[in-house]
Structures are given as structure tokens and as C-alpha cells.
């Protein structure tokens, strides 16, 4: 078809549109409400995939892996597992020398401690970290400083302690630079800190700002002895294969302890993909009925354009019967109505991602009244998924309505029988 051609029955079309408001403005909304849904919903369903992503990211460590402490072994048997009791500060120095190890963390668990302040006394748990875990946690300093490389080196006496903490502890007082006693021992609060933050997982971390941290060079000292530390967490450079990171890291400690398999291997990259597996999984699920819904409303909608081409082929025969008279073949009969249908399915994709747009800033603006801060990016394969599903409803529906009007006998048609 020569442009010329396509650009007069889309002319005879929207003028046959024209001629019928009403019933143009009924059969469009079908699609237009359907091509809404499409384009709000893939929108939305990105939207929440990046916000499920982003919490798992928080809450996860996508290049690491951590060695928890598994000793004094209990069935420990030979000299040499009696002798390797566990995880050490020398371990954890050793494996920052690994090939591709970006940073090295240690931690060491003190337990649930009695800590006194000026305003109250509570048991709270209290954890060893290493300068920069907090960081890597992705904890919020609300209020002074973290843990730097210098508290941990001289085993300094400082505490950064939770935000509810400080309520606990402090009332309204500002804590940055007070002392609290923990079992007995005076620390200088030097920060608070706050739990990290969540849209979309439906998960507590508030346990975050109850628990108190300290330089856990400290812990190891005073509590577990030996130069013991709880656990080390090791994350891999951006540019090094972390499996064979991990398995440096894990030979090298294993080496150390002279084969003894005195702690346990936990592969926090693996877990955090497996997250993202059952989120998509998830998300997946929802989305397919989503859109179940969305193709419904583009049916219904295409169903009352079906019928809105059948009235228009009877309003219409003895115009049929002149077109074919005149020379029109079946083809041009069935090219005119197709160009009708898909005209009204032009315009109704279009106005319909229109509409999708206009969801999509509703719900920010509904999300921001309640203090939610949605992310909703415009999905580009939402749109012309929608304008294609439309289009091919303009198609189907419009195809048997064109047919019966081509396959009108001529002389019938004239007569406007």
C-alpha cells in the first residue's frame, strides 16, 4: 500500500470516528483503561523489583563471605584440633592479604551485658565490630561518629550505641561524649546509631538501634581471650572472581589451623542472589496476575469494539454496495474497515499511555502525602507492550466485522438490504 493510499483511509477513517462521538468515545475506553492498566503495571512491577532489590542490597552483602568461629571443637581429638581453637585476629590480618580481597571485618559477640547510664539500667546485647562495619551494614550514624581504625588498634573504650538506646539510657540528654558503664567497664558513647532503612521487605530490623557496639579488639581481649574473634567477613574487589576469592580466603584459614575445620563457611553473596530469586519469584507471580487483568480490560475492550464495527458495517452496507460498484474489491472493503478499528486502537493506546503515566504520578503523590517516597520508573517495554497488545486488538476484533462487510453481495448492498 502506497503511503498516499494509507493516508486516505486513515482520513475515512476518523472522519467515520467524527460522525459518531458518543459511540467512538465508548468503544475507546475499553482500550484506553486497558493500555492504563498495561503501562501503570509494568511501571509498578519495576518499581517494586527495584525497591525489593535495593532492601536486599541493604540488608545483604552481595561480594562477601563470612567465617564464623567453630571452636573450641567439641570432639576435638588429636593434639593438633585441641590446639586450634577457633578463629583468631592473625586470621583475620592473614586473609587481607588474599588476592582480591577488597576489605576484611572482624567481629566478636559479647553476649547480653548489664550497661548502666544516668538515667537507667538494662541488660543489652553489645557486639564487637570493626572499624567500618557499620558502614558495610549500611547503619546510620544519626549522631556523632562510628568506630574508626584507631578504636580498634589501641582497644579504645568507646561505644556507639542505639538510637533507642539512647532514649533508655540518656532520656532527652545528648549522649556524644558521656560515659556508660558496661558490666562494670566505663565507655565514652561516641555515636548513635540507627536501623538501616526498609520500603518494601516486610522485615524488623529495629533490633539495630537495641544493642550496643563497641571496638571488638576489646571483646576479644577482655571477653573471649586468646585473640579470639567471632566471626570475619570478607568482601571480594569488584574486579576479582569471588569464588576464587572465597576459596583462597577459606584455604588460608584452614591452612592456618593445620587442616583443623574449626569454623563454619557461609557464602553471603549466594544467600543474597538466592533473595533475589525468591523476590523475583515473588514479584513474578503477582505481576503475571496484574497483567492477567490489564488483557482482560484490553478484551473487553476489544470486544466492544467488535461490536461497535458490526452496527457501523450495517449503518453502512449501501456505501458498501456504491465502493463496490464503483471497482472496490473485497481487499479495499476490508482494508477500510481495518483502518477504522486500527485507528480507534491508535488512539486508544495512545491516550491509554497517557493515562499509565497519569496512575503513576497519582501514586507518588498519593505514596509522598504518607511520608513513602515510591520509586516507579516508566517502563519503555511496558509501553509498547501495551500500544503492540492494542494494536492486535484492533486487529482481531476488527477482522471479522471488515470480512463480512467485503463478502456483501454488491447488488444487495445497493439496495440496502
Same mark, same amino acid.
Given at each position: 500500500m502506497r503511503p498516499g493510499e494509507a493516508l486516505e483511509l486513515a482520513s475515512d477513517a476518523w472522519r467515520e470516528i467524527r460522525a459518531h462521538p458518543m459511540r467512538s468515545l465508548l468503544t475507546l475506553?475499553?482500550?484506553?483503561?486497558?493500555?492504563?492498566? !498495561?503501562?501503570? @503495571?509494568?511501571?509498578?512491577?519495576?518499581?517494586?523489583? /527495584?525497591?525489593?532489590?535495593?532492601?536486599?542490597?541493604?540488608?545483604?552483602?552481595?561480594?562477601?563471605?563470612? !567465617?564464623? =568461629?567453630?571452636?573450641?571443637?567439641?570432639?576435638?581429638?588429636?593434639?593438633? /584440633? *585441641?590446639?586450634?581453637?577457633?578463629? *583468631?585476629?592473625? =586470621?583475620?590480618?592473614?586473609?587481607?592479604?588474599?588476592?582480591?580481597?577488597?576489605?576484611?571485618?572482624?567481629?566478636?559477640?559479647?553476649?547480653?551485658?548489664?550497661?548502666?547510664?544516668?538515667?537507667?539500667?538494662?541488660? #543489652?546485647p553489645?557486639?564487637?565490630?570493626?572499624?567500618?562495619?557499620?558502614? !558495610?551494614?549500611? !547503619?546510620?550514624?544519626?549522631?556523632?561518629?562510628?568506630?574508626?581504625? #584507631?578504636?580498634? @588498634?589501641? #582497644?579504645?573504650?568507646?561505644? #556507639?550505641i542505639g538510637e533507642e538506646m539512647r532514649r533508655d539510657l540518656f532520656g532527652t540528654t545528648d549522649p556524644i561524649g558521656r560515659r556508660i558503664r558496661i558490666d562494670g567497664v566505663g565507655f565514652t558513647v561516641v555515636g548513635v546509631v540507627a536501623p538501616m532503612p526498609i520500603g518494601f521487605i516486610p522485615a524488623d530490623f529495629s533490633w539495630v538501634a537495641r544493642r550496643i557496639y563497641i571496638p571488638y579488639t576489646f571483646v576479644s581481649r577482655y571477653r573471649l581471650g586468646e585473640g579470639r574473634v567471632s566471626q570475619i567477613i570478607v568482601t571480594a574487589r569488584e574486579d576479582a572472581e569471588f569464588a576464587s576469592v572465597m576459596q583462597a580466603g577459606s584455604a588460608l584459614v584452614r591452612q592456618r589451623h593445620g587442616g583443623v575445620e574449626d569454623f563454619n563457611l557461609r557464602n553471603e553473596a549466594a544467600d543474597l542472589l538466592s533473595d533475589y530469586a525468591m523476590a523475583d519469584g515473588i514479584l513474578g507471580g503477582w505481576n503475571g496476575v496484574m497483567f492477567a487483568i490489564a488483557g482482560v480490560t484490553l478484551v473487553v475492550g476489544g470486544i466492544g469494539l467488535f461490536s461497535v464495527l458490526l452496527i457501523s458495517v450495517r449503518e453502512r452496507v449501501r456505501e458498501i454496495g456504491i465502493r463496490k460498484a464503483l471497482g472496490a474489491s473485497d481487499g479495499d472493503i476490508m482494508q477500510l474497515f481495518l483502518a477504522e478499528s486500527l485507528t480507534l486502537a491508535v488512539i486508544g493506546s495512545v491516550a491509554g499511555v497517557g493515562g499509565g503515566v497519569a496512575l503513576i504520578m497519582i501514586t507518588k503523590l498519593i505514596g509522598a502525602s504518607f511520608g513513602k517516597d515510591f520509586v516507579i520508573p516508566l517502563s519503555v517495554p511496558g509501553i509498547g507492550f501495551a500500544i503492540a497488545f492494542a494494536l492486535g486488538v484492533g486487529i482481531v476484533f476488527g477482522w471479522y466485522p471488515a470480512r463480512k462487510a467485503a463478502k456483501l453481495d454488491p447488488i444487495q448492498a445497493m439496495g440496502g438490504v
Open positions: 475506553s475499553g482500550i484506553v483503561f486497558g493500555a492504563a492498566s !498495561l503501562v501503570s @503495571m509494568a511501571s509498578l512491577a519495576t518499581g517494586l523489583r /527495584e525497591m525489593a532489590y535495593a532492601d536486599l542490597r541493604a540488608i545483604g552483602f552481595p561480594r562477601s563471605y563470612a !567465617l564464623r =568461629d567453630f571452636g573450641p571443637r567439641s570432639d576435638a581429638v588429636t593434639a593438633t /584440633e *585441641r590446639r586450634h581453637t577457633g578463629l *583468631r585476629i592473625a =586470621d583475620l590480618e592473614a586473609l587481607r592479604a588474599v588476592r582480591g580481597v577488597a576489605s576484611v571485618h572482624g567481629r566478636a559477640f559479647a553476649g547480653e551485658q548489664l550497661v548502666v547510664g544516668p538515667r537507667d539500667r538494662r541488660s #543489652v553489645v557486639e564487637g565490630a570493626d572499624a567500618g562495619y557499620l558502614e !558495610l551494614r549500611n !547503619l546510620r550514624i544519626v549522631s556523632g561518629r562510628t568506630i574508626t581504625p #584507631v578504636d580498634v @588498634m589501641h #582497644v579504645a573504650r568507646v561505644a #556507639v
